[in-house]
């Protein structure tokens, strides 16, 4: 089977299902992030199931009850990441939470750099990327609509909205990782705060 074909028998799985139990749950935790670990180190394709079990303390036998490879583990930890994510933005009521989230979501991504220039720069696997892209956008469309149940009007479709924002957010994260960080994580937060909410407008003079 094709590397690419790993990724779509991964993400084609439901991977994380709510009724997993305790056990299950903190099996696929441990396996995560000792692939998390290892890819602070070196690339997703030179990291074995073998790599992962040791670093994981589990043996190959508890690896394949839960995941057929390692390509489907990855996308596991994508969705539980993306999970989390959604949980703090849920909570991230006001700009000042919004920025801090946004500048510890920053940080995670330069503490596990090679896990997202993977992601945002890998050029083997563009549906890493997009995929990405497409959960950031909705868990942005529900912190919309929380927004707007609480009496906010929105002048563009929300769904527009949300993949406008995810859109300059993936973009924005993949110049950062590029160019090494050039500035702090909490900067680039700061930056982007600013931005989202209009402060340097982007205009075009048609004359």
């Known amino acids: ?45 030179n990291i074995s199931v073998t790599d992962i079990c040791e670093e994981a303390l589990l043996n190959r036998t508890t690896f394949y009850k839960h995941f057929e490879n390692k390509y489907e583990l990855f996308t596991y930890g994508m969705k539980y990441d993306q999970e989390l994510f959604e949980k703090k933005l849920l909570r991230a009521a006001t700009s000042e939470e919004g920025e801090q989230l946004s ?10 750099r090679h896990y997202y220039k993977l992601l945002l720069i890998g050029k083997e696997e563009k549906q890493l990327s997009t995929l990405l892209r497409r ?13 707007q149940r609480e009496g906010r009007r929105f002048n563009n479709p929300l769904p527009v909205i949300a993949q406008f924002y995810a859109g300059a ?7 950062w990782l590029e160019n090494e960080t050039p500035i702090s994580a909490e900067e680039l937060a700061h930056h982007w705060s600013q931005l989202s909410r209009g402060k340097e407008p982007f205009a075009f003079d048609m004359d």
């Open 1 to 45: 089977m094709s590397t690419k074909q790993y990724w779509e028998v991964g993400m084609s799985k439901n991977v994380a299902n709510s009724s997993e139990d305790r056990r299950v749950r903190r099996t696929r935790k441990l396996l995560w992030e000792a692939l998390l670990k290892l890819l602070q180190e070196r690339s997703l394709e």
């Open 103 to 112: 500048r510890q979501i920053l940080e995670t991504m330069a503490e596990h």
């Open 135 to 147: 959960q950031i956008a909705e868990q942005m469309e529900l912190k919309l609509e929380q927004t």
């Open 169 to 175: 957010l993936l973009a924005l994260a993949t110049w």
